[in-house]
């Protein structure tokens, strides 16, 4: 078993526009309705590396940002982990139809921006961090390989954010990798508790079934996006109260994690 505490969540889905509206939403006590996704700037992002970032950058940073404020930490002092399943599959399909092309005219912002790793180097520009980092991906697996990192290097480092992030794939892509809608999910995690602790989370194997949204487009939602795997962690979270929610892993693997309130 590991055990680590949840300082602050984040949330950035089509009708979740940060941790604050949501979390209502996610109690059960305000309807979930799906809404395009606002273009919200990152606040974090120097205007010169905001004209360069890509969807899949300002998506991480906007979801991180809503995490950082709520647990009331210094960005540079958090180690971080950024999971994506696929990056920035908007980037790919253009670098793969200029190298269809006669002549091959990549761009050098779009090669610039295609490393998985791409968020981690902005962020890492933006708030001088100096932290470990890593930039993992896990296929449908994204989340709970993040989360399993994360509480991993917080206990070298004390404290640690965690973001999950994927957009959806344009073109010919969507058909070989078809994820519903855009979506990401941040979390702090820390070693000790703190005065803004959420909860206390115990991450352990399980065989339980994986857990599910009740409501049928927030199901869709998780479902539909690595990052919404998130979904039923971040439920529990805004629910405040003792539970438990199992999340799948690679294969068969299953992961329960148990919240209990701070």
């Known amino acids: 078993m590991m055990s680590v505490f949840i300082e602050s969540a984040g949330i950035v889905a089509p009708g979740l526009a940060g941790w604050a509206a949501a979390a209502p939403v996610l109690r ?19 205007a010169n590396e905001r004209r360069r970032a890509s969807a899949s950058v300002r998506l991480a940073f906007v979801v991180a940002e809503d995490a950082v404020r709520g647990s009331g930490r210094v960005p540079a002092e958090l180690a971080t982990v950024f999971a994506t399943s696929e990056a920035d599959t908007v980037i790919l399909h ?4 200029a190298l269809a092309q006669q002549q091959r005219v990549l761009s050098p912002t779009d090669f610039h921006n295609s490393v998985h790793n791409a968020a981690a180097g902005y962020w890492s520009i933006a708030t001088a961090c100096k932290q470990p980092s890593a930039s993992i991906s896990a296929y449908d697996a ?11 290097l917080v206990h070298d480092t004390g404290g640690a954010l965690l973001v999950c992030y994927d957009i959806a794939p344009p073109g010919p892509l969507h058909a070989a990798r078809p ?32 857990s599910r949204m009740n409501d049928a487009a927030l199901e869709q939602l998780r479902a539909g996006n690595p990052a919404g795997r998130a979904l039923p962690l971040l439920r529990a979270l805004a629910l405040n109260a003792p539970g438990a929610v199992t999340v799948a892993g690679v294969g068969a693997s299953r992961f329960r994690l148990g919240v209990t309130p701070c």
């Open 28 to 46: 059960g006590q305000a309807p979930y309705q799906s809404a395009e996704l606002s273009n919200t700037p990152p606040e974090l992002l120097p």
């Open 94 to 97: 253009r670098l793969c139809t």
């Open 142 to 152: 994204t989340f709970i390989a993040g989360l399993l990192e994360t509480a991993a």
């Open 179 to 210: 994820l519903a809608a855009p979506c990401a999910a941040a979390l702090v995690v820390a070693r000790e508790r703190g005065p803004r602790t959420l909860a206390r989370l115990e991450i352990e194997r399980s065989t339980d079934a994986e």
